[in-house]
């Protein structure tokens, strides 16, 4: 099992940064395949950006791609939202999420997420 803890959100005005870390409990974090998620007020929640076990390989929504990225520190035992040029649209409660092994399929393990508002 794996506990997630995000961090990082806030208040920021539209053409801002932010960056987004979950830190994770556990030996095994490498083991896991890891994304970010974000819910806006009355919306479904929706993919922001997955990355695999090793890093190797990222996967965005269209509506971040070339202004978020997605990384992680597997020694840290830890992932990032590098999130540039943010937009109104953007704000959201953003979790992070892991998945035991390939990062296809549902993510089993969730944080409790952190609110991240952008203004205009």
């Known amino acids: 099992q794996v506990q997630l803890v995000e961090s990082g959100g806030g208040l920021v005005q539209a053409g801002g940064s932010l960056r987004l870390s979950c830190a994770a409990s556990?030996?095994?974090?490498?083991?896991?395949?890891m994304g970010w998620f974000r819910q806006a007020p009355g919306k479904e929640r929706e993919v922001v950006a997955t990355?695999?076990?090793?890093?190797?390989?990222?996967y965005y929504s269209d509506s971040v791609k070339g202004r978020f990225t997605i990384s992680r520190d597997n020694a840290k035992n830890t992932m990032y939202l590098q999130m540039n040029s943010l937009k109104p649209e953007d704000t959201a409660v953003y979790y992070c999420?892991?998945?035991?092994?390939?990062?296809?399929?549902?993510?089993?393990?969730w944080g409790q997420g952190t609110q991240v508002t952008v203004s205009s």
């Open positions: 999420a892991a998945r035991y092994g390939v990062v296809a399929g549902a993510f089993d393990y």
């Open positions: 556990g030996r095994t974090f490498s083991m896991y395949a």
């Open positions: 990355i695999t076990r090793s890093g190797g390989s990222t």
